[in-house]
């Protein structure tokens, strides 16, 4: 049950999405149902589908933003979400999957941890629902541990789950960042959190909240060979 102490009107949940019309009805459900009188980005990344459509039917009852990004000159999942977060007008942000594998559930605790003086909030999967194949596995595997030794060797503040894409923080944090080091992110590129922390200066009070990554509802999975590739460009 949601905490009373939990102001949800100072938080904006940014959902990026490229063709998410299968599971970004019932995924803005559960967020009004977890994050009551929250704010939400939908930033889009050229969709030829209804998922600008879904988001306009919930902007009655939700303060819902879509943020067309279909005529930008870079795409790719790491834009989409900076941009969103230049537009955020609230205290704190959340990052979320379009596709349902972050269960919204888990909102609360992460708002818990930022009103608690906590600058950056990460989730950390505990468990990982699915029949993910052994080289999924060892490729997550190898990733995780690639993304905590690049920190480890640049003396960067860490996370439990450096290739999270759950994470959330202090607004104004990231606005003063990306105004002067936005080209420190790969754009076209797929982990933004990591992108943060391996170039951020200072240091920042880092919390987790443990989650269950879910299966998802509908279409494909985003990894590929330039996906691969583009993440090893992050890294070095």
Excluded at 95 to 106: A, R, S
Excluded at 160 to 168: N, P
Excluded at 175 to 204: A, H, I, R
Aim: aromatic residues 10%.
């Amino acid at each position: 049950m949601t905490e009373v102490n939990l102001d949800f009107s100072n938080l904006t949940v940014i959902i990026p999405t490229l063709n998410e019309e299968k599971s970004l009805g019932e995924l803005l459900e559960l967020i009004e149902r977890n994050a009551p009188n929250c704010k939400i980005i939908v930033a889009d990344d050229g969709s030829i589908d209804k998922t600008k459509e879904i988001t306009e039917t919930f902007e009655g009852k939700l303060e819902t933003f879509f943020l067309d990004r279909k005529d930008e000159e870079v795409h790719g999942l790491t834009v989409s979400v900076l941009d969103a977060i230049l537009t955020c007008s609230t205290a704190y942000f959340l990052v979320m999957d379009g596709d349902l594998q972050h269960p919204p559930k888990v909102i609360p605790g992460f708002l818990k941890l930022l009103q608690e003086e906590y600058d950056l909030v990460a989730g950390n999967r505990i468990k990982i629902v699915g029949n993910w194949s052994l080289n999924r596995k060892l490729m997550s595997f190898v990733a995780r541990l690639l993304g905590s030794l690049a920190l480890i060797f640049r003396r960067k503040n860490r996370v439990k789950d450096v290739m999270t894409g759950l994470f959330a923080s202090r607004t104004q944090i990231w606005k003063g960042f990306l105004q002067k080091k936005k080209k420190k992110f790969v754009l076209e590129g797929y982990k933004v959190l990591f992108d943060f922390l391996k170039s951020y200066p200072s240091k920042l009070k880092v919390g987790h909240v443990d989650y269950t990554f879910g299966t998802r509802h509908s279409g494909e999975s985003k990894i590929s060979k330039k996906v691969i590739w583009l993440y090893f460009k992050s890294l070095f």
